[in-house]
């Protein structure tokens, strides 16, 4: 079957490290996006891609990058990590062309800055 | 995407109908009404989709009257397995546009 998977599932980190949240789909999907979730906050996007090699940003995309060099992945990376990144991450994908637009989310990431 | 509001949070005991109301007086005519779920700790997942009148499927069921700017998602005779938030999201059912989440509401089903 089909899935969208996310690693780690949990991370700790020191403030101004470089880290990568990878994320994975085999649905073969365009769409693929990046959320955050902090209490009191619900979901916020971080940036999203349309397909290999298109990246945009999204309402939260300060201090986050992200790259589509294949359909499958959608790394996310915070070039210098901060406190204010301690979140759950969630990655999603969507088919963008087809269907009822149903977006499939990954289990998410824990990550927390010390 | 058309604005939406829905309340924080409600309270429901074991066995009632639950109906979460979501305010869209925006809504475009080529939009959908689609909510998610999302339990504790996990990522939000579809559980319906419509565009005017009733749509019924096994988890629940979405009223939408004819103006189009409100709809409710009724779950019946809820269970403590039913707690979760709901997010009400209004757009065009596929294409480009990312999905906006709002804070949802917040469903807490008592014993």
């Known amino acids: 079957d089909a899935e969208i998977t996310q690693s780690p599932r949990h991370k700790i980190t020191e403030t101004g490290r470089q880290v990568t949240l990878a994320c994975h789909q085999t649905?073969?999907?365009?769409?693929m996006f990046w959320y955050r979730q902090d209490l009191g906050h619900g979901l916020r996007l971080i940036h999203y891609s349309y397909g290999v090699q298109d990246t945009n940003k999204g309402e939260v995309s300060d201090g986050y990058s992200v790259s589509r060099s294949n359909t499958e992945d959608l790394p996310l990376t915070l070039e210098s990590a901060a406190s204010s990144q301690t979140s759950v991450y969630f990655c999603a994908s969507r088919s963008g062309t087809s269907g009822n637009g149903e977006q499939f989310f990954g289990p998410g990431t824990r990550l927390t800055v010390l | 995407l058309a604005k939406t509001t829905q309340p924080i949070s409600m309270d429901s005991y074991e066995g009632q109908e639950v109906n979460i109301t979501c305010s869209h007086n925006?809504?475009?005519?080529?939009?959908?009404i689609t909510w998610y779920q999302q339990f504790p700790s996990q990522g939000p997942r579809f559980i319906i989709q419509g565009y005017k009148t009733k749509v019924t499927n096994e988890v629940a069921s979405l009223f939408i009257p004819a103006d189009r700017k409100s709809s409710t998602l009724s779950l019946p005779r809820v269970s403590l397995s039913d707690t979760a938030v709901y997010y009400c999201?209004?757009?065009?059912?596929?294409?480009?546009?990312?999905?906006?989440f709002g804070k949802g509401t917040r469903l807490s089903v008592i014993a």
């Open positions: 649905w073969n999907h365009n769409n």
């Open positions: 999201l209004v757009g065009p059912p596929s294409g480009n546009t990312p999905l906006v």
């Open positions: 925006n809504i475009a005519t080529n939009d959908y």
